[in-house]
């Protein structure tokens, strides 16, 4: 009974191989099939493997930024040595010149209102209602900072209120920044005698005392002119779409 069921399976094989074989109305589902099975599984290897390729890029990233942070931890450290070291200096030489805190870290909160993404909440201990401060991130000039109900309000750059004094390019040209609740931003009374040219750079001015001098902004990418000033369109350095944390400045020598 066993041999002839054997048997049995043994003529269904062959038929039915033979049958795809020789019939295109068959071979054709069965290739089908056939080349989603390889197709699934060619997916499921590539998936393996763009996954193990993720993790370890994951890993060598890490591994570099743990590097680099050690690196710019010694040059801290160099750095304050060396402030430390220079303040001793002018305390030997009785000068009343002062090395002072600059900046400070602070974290965005919320959005102010839903939909504005040039408005932040701000959380800042030691902030003083009374004054504007500037801000940056990562170098750039990002905007300011100021009192709105007493609480500490970032302004980015975008913002038609954030407004501050800058210079453009080797001739230092003065003129004053603001946002348009666009991307880029715009320089304004800028002296029709003083050259510009589209690429030079936009730095502050300091002459505000909200920033210090040299900080970046941007590049000019157009001028124009009207009613006896030049105009810029200036393109920014700085563009996050979710900044969390800034540096603000506290105090300007």
């Known amino acids: 009974m066993n041999k ?11 038929s039915v191989s033979g049958a795809i074989y020789l019939s295109p109305f068959l071979q054709t589902p069965f290739a089908y099939l056939s080349r989603s099975i390889q197709v699934g599984y060619l997916n499921q290897i590539q998936g393996f493997h763009n996954t193990l390729s993720h993790h370890l890029d994951q890993e060598q990233t890490i591994i570099a930024l743990q590097k680099q942070n050690r690196y710019y931890e010694r040059k801290l450290l160099t750095l304050h040595q060396m402030g430390r070291d220079y303040q001793n200096l002018l305390k030997l030489e009785h000068s009343n010149l002062q090395i002072l805190s600059l900046v400070e870290l602070v974290r965005a909160i919320a959005y102010v209102r839903m939909g504005d993404p040039n408005r932040l909440w701000i959380e800042m201990p030691h902030f003083d209602p009374s004054r504007v401060y500037g801000l940056l991130y990562r170098g750039y000039v990002a905007g ?4 709105k109900n007493d609480a500490p309000m970032a302004l980015l750059n975008g913002d038609v209120k954030s407004s501050y004094a800058v210079s453009i390019g080797s001739s230092q040209a003065p003129g004053i920044v603001r946002g348009n609740n666009e991307r880029r931003l715009m320089v304004e009374f800028i002296p029709t005698w003083i050259p510009i040219a589209v690429g030079d750079e936009v730095v502050t001015s300091g002459l505000d005392r909200i920033f210090f001098s040299g900080l970046k902004v941007g590049k000019v990418v157009s001028i124009s002119r009207a009613s006896g000033y030049q105009s810029a369109i200036v393109e920014p350095y700085f563009y996050a779409k979710n900044p969390t944390y800034f540096h603000v400045i506290t105090q300007v020598r």
């Open 4 to 14: 002839y069921r054997i048997s049995l399976l043994f003529f269904l094989v062959v």
């Open 144 to 147: 300011i900072l100021v009192a």
